[in-house]
């Protein structure tokens, strides 16, 4: 893939895209491409994450691991889409197990590269800071209505 091929695809990305160019450079130059057979695990749940993956192609399907060795599909990847945004901030563990279901291309953003892109560009760290700021509130929103839900269960009708 050619430079400009991936500032592109990460520009497209929802967490990049507000970057501007010499951000998305940087963070480019750096990645590493990493081209995965069908059935090939990319990384493991429990890993202690280091870096977040853009799906350039290809289909990744995030697995939980069940007892008896079986899988249980959580969420499809499709091009465009950032695996572990999380671990781009913080060393948390992967909460689920990320395989190929096809021959798949990811794009490796390291941990290290995107802190140091963030001190080079402070306007770009106001600007992420808002972003996760409004991701929280809306998944704090969400569990704040399952735990209302789970707390306060419809009351079943009586009998006579």
Known sequence: MSLEKDIALLRG??????????????????AEMRDLTDGETLFRAGETADCAYVVSAGLIHLVADLAGGDRRTLYEVKPGALI????????NPRPATA??????????VSRSTFLRMLEEFPEATAKLRRTFARRLETTMRALDKVR?????PPALPRRR
């Open 13 to 30: 990305v929802a967490t990049f895209d507000m970057l501007n160019g010499e951000a998305l450079r940087i963070l480019a130059i750096s």
């Open 84 to 91: 572990g945004e999380t671990a781009l901030v913080a060393a």
């Open 99 to 108: 395989v190929a279901a096809e021959p798949s291309r990811v794009m490796r």
């Open 148 to 152: 209302t839900q789970l707390e306060d």
